[in-house]
């Protein structure tokens, strides 16, 4: 359904005389398209309350546990789409390297553009890059590399979406036994 | 409680054979030290779970029905904190900017700091900000200014903590009535 026609049934709905609650996985702020369909039912008298909720890189994050944010190595974080429409037109200069984290969305099948770009934009080709696969699934996996391996771990491991791509420090550090944990948290 | 001091208090009573829940506001892994919690504990040997959590920059913006991003205006988003110690160390050039949203956590003491750094990486002095004062609660208001109004307008308005910053186009929407929504919703 095309965004109009979903922005336009909201506001049928609820001027039909219906509390509508329109239901998203993640935040609707974070690449949900929530402001849009906030300000269609504002633009149309229509009352809205957002409700946030956990982004995918909050929860697959959390699920690896690698830390966004980190006093030794990453002051700040940002969060980009990574489809291959319009890839190549955004500017990510600035957003990944030394002391801060990317995290990337719906990046898996333009990853060799991605890292291709990123390592023009100057990112050492040996910056940790995690791939953090079925995030919270009995299936999650968590896969490392340096950026300039990202494509070829990729293709190797056979990655699939769901799969969000973590670049920075924090994407480096030794990786616990998520497996393990999970079975001794399970006892 | 110092960090160290925290750090070993989670593993001291792990090692005591207790269940330990660590709660924090916000989200772990966002300018939490879940991070470094979480290490603590893996070096000790206590298998740990991390619970993502609703980071301010995302509660706070639904809350003020402020997009972090949109397909109009924003493609990326990122946060930092702007607490004074070390910020002037701090390299945020190119994180705010046309189509890209920043979003500042602690940064109201360090107002007038921020803006002249925005403005000297870049930033158009016109460029509109937000500030979120007492996000979700009754007394909450959202106070919008072009960046070079910043300092003036926390100073004018008395802003106090906590209070979240959100630099960018998302920040110049139409000002939703925040107030009749919430009267009109609680009908």
Same mark, same amino acid.
């Given at each position: 359904?095309?965004?109009?026609?979903?922005?336009?049934?909201?506001?049928?709905?609820? +001027?039909?005389?219906?509390?509508?609650? +329109?239901?998203?996985?993640?935040?609707?702020?974070?690449?949900?398209?929530?402001?849009?369909?906030?300000?269609?039912?504002?633009?149309?008298?229509?009352?809205?309350?957002?409700?946030?909720?956990?982004?995918?890189?909050?929860?697959?994050?959390?699920?690896?546990?690698?830390?966004?944010?980190?006093?030794?190595?990453?002051?700040?974080?940002?969060?980009?789409?990574?489809?291959?429409?319009?890839?190549?037109?955004?500017?990510?200069?600035?957003?990944?390297?030394?002391?801060?984290?990317?995290?990337?969305?719906?990046?898996?099948?333009?990853?060799?553009?991605?890292?291709?770009?990123?390592?023009?934009?100057?990112?050492?080709?040996?910056?940790?890059?995690?791939?953090?696969?079925?995030?919270?699934?009995?299936?999650? +996996?968590?896969?490392?590399?340096?950026?300039?391996?990202?494509?070829?771990?990729?293709?190797?491991? +056979?990655?699939?979406?769901?799969?969000?791509?973590?670049?920075?420090?924090?994407?480096?550090?030794?990786?616990?036994?998520?497996?393990?944990?999970?079975?001794?948290?399970?006892?």
């Amino acid at each position: 359904m095309p965004q109009d026609a979903i922005n336009d049934l909201l506001v049928a709905e609820a +001027r039909a005389g219906k509390q509508v609650v +329109r239901l998203k996985g993640g935040d609707p702020f974070i690449f949900g398209r929530g402001g849009e369909e906030a300000e269609a039912c504002r633009a149309a008298g229509v009352p809205v309350e957002v409700v946030p909720g956990i982004t995918s890189a909050l929860g697959a994050s959390a699920a690896a546990q690698i830390p966004l944010t980190h006093r030794a190595n990453a002051s700040m974080v940002s969060f980009v789409a990574g489809q291959c429409k319009g890839l190549t037109e955004q500017d990510w200069s600035g957003l990944a390297g030394k002391g801060r984290t990317l995290v990337i969305y719906m990046g898996l099948a333009s990853a060799p553009q991605i890292a291709e770009k990123l390592i023009a934009d100057g990112l050492s080709p040996a910056m940790p890059v995690a791939v953090i696969e079925n995030a919270t699934r009995k299936a999650m +996996r968590v896969l490392r590399a340096p950026i300039a391996g990202l494509a070829e771990l990729v293709v190797r491991e +056979r990655v699939k979406s769901p799969a969000l791509i973590v670049v920075g420090e924090v994407a480096g550090e030794a990786e616990p036994d998520l497996r393990a944990l999970a079975l001794e948290l399970a006892q």
